[in-house]
Nanobody, 120 residues
Framework: QVQLGESGGGSVQAGGSLRLSCAASGLTLSSYDVGWFRQTPGKEREFVARISWSNSYYTESVKGRFTISRSNAKNTVYLQMNSLKPEDTAVYYC???????????????WGQGTQVTVAS
């Protein structure tokens, strides 16, 4: 059975750091693109970062502050978040992705999310 689980969220002061983890069971993450997304009440889910076999991608608002990485040995993808800002407050989700053949990535499996709160 495929399961994705996020962990590492919490409450920090502005300027602080957190590292989120996305651990998988039932599939091998190295065979997938893995994306991080975030969502707040009343706002649409927002793309944050994605890691593929060849590269990593970030939304402009987190470039230079967030880093996505893999540990294949642990079957885990990480999101290192530095210099956190209040506007980073959200529930963060990870998801596995596959190329659609249409120049896009389709995300198939999603975790339950982990809360990140950044105080001003």
């Amino acid at each position: 059975q495929v399961q994705l689980g996020e962990s590492g969220g919490g409450s920090v002061q502005a300027g602080g750091s957190l590292r989120l983890s996305c651990a998988a069971s039932g599939l091998t993450l190295s065979s997938y693109d893995v994306g991080w997304f975030r969502q707040t009440p009343g706002k649409e889910r927002e793309f944050v970062a994605r890691i593929s076999w060849s590269n990593s991608y970030y939304t402009e608002s987190v470039k230079g502050r967030f880093t996505i990485s893999r540990s294949n040995a642990k079957n885990t993808v990480y999101l290192q978040m530095n210099s956190l800002k209040p506007e980073d407050t959200a529930v963060y989700y990870c998801a596995t992705g596959r190329a659609t053949g249409l120049g896009a990535v389709k995300y198939d499996y999603w975790g339950q999310g982990t809360q990140v709160t950044v105080a001003s």
